[in-house]
């Protein structure tokens, strides 16, 4: 029974791996070959192919054998993969010509196809643990956790460079903060009126980190990292949080902070 598990592992481990080349190898192969600018509403298309894609893969990687919660994993993942191609083929917007780009864009590219490895390593590992508890799902909530800050910080900078109007860029953003958000806590065994709770306040305190500095000049690259911090502090202050007698202690933190920030928004606008 070991042995037919053992084997049943490196078939998964084997299809995810041939997945994440195959992703990786489509996005060089892309810029690569094309020789005219993509518009704006023609990558959005790609992006969401990718999306479809990844989650038909992923269904036939782990043989079909999930669950509803599975789902959520398998969405969390090719929403990972959306978000690289996305920002992949913002950051070569334009067309290149010179050896190096290509070389910059070979190193991405092998770098995404690591990140996309891992991920779906860690849809196999909560996957699982929804069938038998194992010791390596903290490992994939790790992974969560870090692609979290990935997806973040590309979906950011792909909406604030991508042209798009204002209107329509910021609502873009905070619905993707929601969406990435949610999946992590999901992820973290937080549910119901928790997770809504949870999701709203990271969101908030990201969207106006992010809003201190929008309009703060053309550095989409560094303006991006702003909402990571939101992020990470939210998740930080999350993970310790202590609820006793049903309320939450760590409530005035999340006041405090918020009031922080949107005094900084306040001084920075007026400074501005």
């Known amino acids: 029974m070991k042995l037919d598990d053992t084997n049943v592992d490196n078939e998964k481990r084997g299809k995810l791996l041939l997945l994440a080349a195959l992703v990786a190898l489509s996005m060089f192969l892309s810029k690569i070959v094309l020789r005219e600018q993509l518009p ?5 298309v790609d992006a969401g192919i990718y999306f479809f894609v990844v989650v038909i893969g992923l269904l036939w990687s782990l043989n079909f054998q999930v669950k509803k919660k599975s789902l959520l994993y398998i969405s969390q993942a090719a929403l990972f993969v959306m978000s690289q191609s996305l920002f992949v083929d913002f950051f070569f ?3 290149f010509n010179r050896i190096y780009e290509a070389f910059i864009l070979l190193i991405l590219i092998v770098a995404v196809f690591f990140a996309c490895y891992f991920v779906f390593l860690m849809v196999n590992t909560l996957n699982v643990n929804l069938f038998k508890p194992i010791p390596l799902a903290q490992v994939g909530r790790t992974i969560s956790y870090i692609s979290a800050i990935f997806m973040v910080y590309s979906f950011t900078f792909t909406f604030l460079i991508s042209g ?7 609502p873009l953003i905070l619905i993707s903060y929601l969406i990435v958000v949610a999946l992590h806590y999901s992820n973290m065994e937080i ?27 053309n550095y989409h690259e560094l303006i991006s ?9 939210s998740v930080n202050l999350i993970t310790h949080e202590r609820i ?4 939450v202690r760590s409530m005035k933190l999340y006041i405090f902070l918020l009031l922080v920030v949107l005094l900084s928004v306040f001084i920075f606008n007026i400074k501005g």
């Open 40 to 44: 704006v509403w023609r990558i959005l």
């Open 93 to 95: 917007f334009q067309k």
């Open 164 to 170: 798009l109007p204002s209107y329509v860029i910021f």
């Open 191 to 217: 549910d119901g009126k928790e997770l809504s709770r949870k999701t709203s306040i990271t969101s908030l305190l990201m969207a106006v980190l992010l809003a201190a500095v929008a309009f703060s000049g």
């Open 225 to 233: 990292f702003v909402p990571v911090v939101g992020y990470f502090i």
């Open 244 to 247: 006793s007698n049903g309320k």
